[in-house]
């Protein structure tokens, strides 16, 4: 069970780049906010509060971002 939340954290932080190199706003956003998913559940896996709040933040960040581009 252990390494099902490591491999959770490895592919929110492969989601998170592919984001950074993404060249359309929308697919971005769609990287970071699974990216961000998978890094929340990691950071509850390891009981990270300061993690898990700033996950929250940065998943509502790219949903904010993602609905703002789609109804432009």
């Known amino acids: 069970m252990v390494e099902v939340f490591k491999i959770f954290g490895a592919l929110g932080i492969l989601l998170i ?9 929308k697919t971005q956003d ?7 998913l998978c890094l929340e559940a990691y950071s509850i896996y390891i009981g990270d509060i300061i993690f898990i709040i700033l996950q929250i933040i940065f998943i509502l960040a790219a949903i ?3 609905a703002k581009n789609t109804t432009e």
Do not use: C, L, P, V
């Open 30 to 36: 769609i990287y970071y906010i699974f990216g961000g």
């Open 64 to 66: 904010y971002d993602f």
């Open 17 to 25: 780049s592919a984001g950074i190199i993404a060249k359309k706003r």
